[in-house]
C-alpha cells in the first residue's frame, strides 16, 4: 500500500496520511480480456500447424523410395561423358553426374571395355 498525504484544511495548513490504492499499486486483473486470450489461441494454433506440416512434409520426403539405377551394357565406342549426358538426372551437370557414374561403378573414365555393365544412379 502507499500512503498519499492530503491537507488537513482548506488553507493548506498541515498534512495528514491518507492510506489507500492509487493506480500504481492496484492489484492486476483476476484474468485476461478475450483479445489476449484469442492471441494467445491463435499464436498457439500457428504454432501446432506449422510442426504438423513440416512432419508431413519431412515424412513423405524421406519415404520415398530412390529410384532404381539404370543399368546400361557398354558398346564399342561409348565413353562416361555420352552415358552420363544421356542419363543424367534433371538438374545434375553431365560433369557432376559422369564423376557420380565413375565413383558408382569403379570404372575408369577413360578406359570403358565394350560388354561391361554399368550401373547408372538416378
Given at each position: 500500500m502507499?500512503?498519499?498525504t492530503a491537507p488537513l484544511s482548506p488553507s493548506g495548513i498541515g498534512h495528514a496520511p491518507i492510506v489507500g490504492r492509487n493506480h500504481r499499486t492496484a492489484a492486476p486483473r483476476a484474468?485476461?480480456?478475450v483479445g489476449h486470450v484469442?492471441?494467445?489461441?491463435?499464436v498457439a494454433l500457428l504454432l501446432v500447424a506449422g510442426l504438423l506440416l513440416s512432419w508431413l512434409v519431412g515424412s513423405s520426403v524421406a519415404d520415398e523410395?530412390?529410384?532404381?539405377p539404370v543399368t546400361v551394357v557398354v558398346q564399342s565406342g561409348d565413353t562416361v561423358w555420352?552415358?552420363?549426358?544421356?542419363?543424367a538426372p534433371a538438374g545434375v551437370s553431365v560433369?557432376?553426374?559422369a564423376m557420380v557414374v565413375v565413383t558408382h561403378n569403379g570404372v575408369s573414365a577413360t578406359a570403358l571395355r565394350p560388354g561391361s555393365v554399368l550401373e547408372l544412379p538416378q
Open positions: 502507499s500512503t498519499i484474468g485476461m480480456d484469442l492471441s494467445w489461441a491463435l523410395p530412390a529410384p532404381a555420352e552415358l552420363a549426358r544421356a542419363h560433369q557432376d553426374y
